[in-house]
């Protein structure tokens, strides 16, 4: 897309109430200029907000002043190599790996799972943990479900180690917790964000009240936000309006479909199933508690205590590739954007992607490199 | 991704509901849902769970809101995320009424959690 129809996207606004986009972004443009900085960040943390404010243009008509940035918001590109390695030993040993169709490209230390596939190791696509429970049932082999996602596809996950699997299935869980990585970049040195947009859907399972702790321990507003990009601009005048008011917050924007409490059938799921953990997210930091991994009362289904896998040996006969470059982490972390990167669209494309935030769709860069991201109008 | 996809429940069996998302019937489980659901309802779908039931009111807005998404020409990201939504919903079993169904290829898109 270019920079012009892209701005006629946004003129266009595909919402149902032009009117009210428009009263939305001269209010925030009040708030703004009350607020008086020079400069305004905010930080969202989900793959579809990315992909509205992208698609619909919306950084055009925002005020200048206001940064809204993507931060680690797209589980598969803060899914760590080593997670990825793990995934591709187990494929290589004969194992049959279960994934979501975007780990597939996600690259590990010395290869990818579609690289694995190409080497004579078992890969299989599907669409939902469900999915990989019937492989297994079908298969004579033992079926791995490497599981990736944040706290609402955990769910699913969870779900499915609790209704009686096959003794041939496991999970590898590269599930991640969202809240422990806000406060990992609240305290980031650098910091910008002055405040952050939670994603509408994964509330809809953890509730708003969840992010309570957080706005109490670090003074930064949270604003719950659908991903229509009329609820976005609502998100964001909102959090703007609460910054400006200097009284830090949790503020429900979407209740529509978000409840203080959240789904508690599935945070119970979630929580007889997983406990936090640290450990690294690609190319951010160690997150304390950032990890989901499995209780010991599921050891049976946990491929990590059902198999070898002998990461030293894998490393010591893998040289390291292009990802060193990457400047992934930087753009999740808010500090950098894609345009910053000098493998952008050139060593790095969503077909043949370097850094994990090229591989999926709610990444930074796959967005950008489709829509456009940031025109300089 | 976050964006789910809404269908309306046809039957339901146990811990499975046949649903129909925009003509297009497949099998969603109801493990993580915290409400009793029956047919006629609308749920929420996110990699092949029902995670919320759609109360009444809201139904008609929801579904225009996705039919305008879905309707999108080429290829675009977050309609190719709800595609990807109605695929994790399990099998497909028959088709139902024409509608947008014939428009929910698989389109070369990759499943994403």
């Known amino acids: ?377 | 991704m976050c964006l789910g996809v809404p269908g309306q429940v046809v039957s339901v069996d146990g811990l499975t509901a046949v649903v129909d998302f925009f003509g297009v019937r497949r099998e969603t489980r109801l493990d993580v849902i915290d409400e009793a659901v029956a047919p006629g309802d609308y749920i929420l779908n996110h990699v092949g769970f029902a995670i919320r039931r759609i109360p009444g009111g809201e139904i008609a807005e929801t579904l225009a809101l996705y039919e305008t998404l879905l309707a999108e020409a080429g290829s675009d990201m977050m309609a190719d995320d709800v595609r990807g939504e109605i695929e994790a919903a399990g099998a497909r079993l028959e088709p139902t009424a024409p509608g947008l169904g014939g428009s929910l290829g698989r389109g070369g898109r990759e499943a994403g959690p």
Request: one cysteine or more; aromatic letters at 6%.
């Open chain 1, 1 to 377: 897309m270019t920079p012009a129809t892209l701005a006629a996207e946004a003129r266009k606004l595909r919402f149902r109430d032009p009117g009210k986009a428009r009263d939305l972004t001269s209010r925030l443009e009040s708030l703004c200029e009350e607020v008086g900085r020079e400069r305004i960040s905010v930080m969202h943390v989900c793959g579809s907000h990315e992909q509205s404010i992208a698609k619909y243009g919306l950084r055009t008509i925002l005020p200048r002043r206001l940064d809204v940035i993507m931060g680690p918001g797209c589980p598969v590109c803060v899914t760590d190599m080593p997670e990825v390695d793990e995934a591709v030993l187990l494929a290589l040993d004969g194992h049959l790996v279960a994934t979501y169709g975007d780990m597939l490209k996600v690259p590990g230390t010395a290869m990818s799972l579609e690289e694995a596939q190409a080497r004579g190791g078992a890969v299989e696509v599907v669409y939902s943990a469900a999915q990989a429970v019937e492989l297994a049932r079908r298969e004579p082999r033992e079926v791995v479900f490497f599981a990736s996602g944040f706290e609402t596809t955990a769910v699913a996950t969870a779900a499915v180690a609790l209704a009686d699997p096959p003794a041939n299935f496991s999970i590898l869980s590269a599930h991640k917790y969202i809240p422990p990585v806000m406060e990992i970049v609240a305290e980031m040195p650098h910091t910008r964000v002055e405040g952050f947009l939670a994603a509408g859907h994964a509330a809809t399972i953890t509730g708003a009240r969840l992010f309570e702790r957080f706005v109490e321990r670090h003074g930064i507003p949270v604003v719950v936000a659908g991903f229509e990009p009329l609820d976005v601009l609502a998100g964001l005048t909102r959090l703007v309006e609460i910054i400006r008011d200097g009284t830090p917050c949790v503020a429900n924007m979407y209740p529509r479909c978000v409840t203080d409490e959240g789904n508690r059938n599935a945070l119970d799921q979630l929580w007889r199933v997983f406990r936090t953990e640290g450990g690294q997210w690609r190319g951010i930091a160690h997150v304390p508690n950032g990890n989901l991994r499995l209780r010991d009362a599921f050891a049976h289904v946990d491929a990590r205590r059902r198999f070898t896998i002998d990461l030293e040996r894998f490393w010591q006969s893998s040289p390291p590739r292009l990802t060193q470059l990457c400047i992934c982490g930087d753009i999740m972390a808010g500090l950098s954007a894609p345009t910053d990167c000098t493998l952008f669209g050139r060593e790095c494309r969503p077909e043949a992607p370097v850094g994990a935030c090229m591989v999926s769709s709610e990444g930074t860069c796959k967005i950008w490199h489709q829509y456009g991201g940031h025109p300089d109008l």
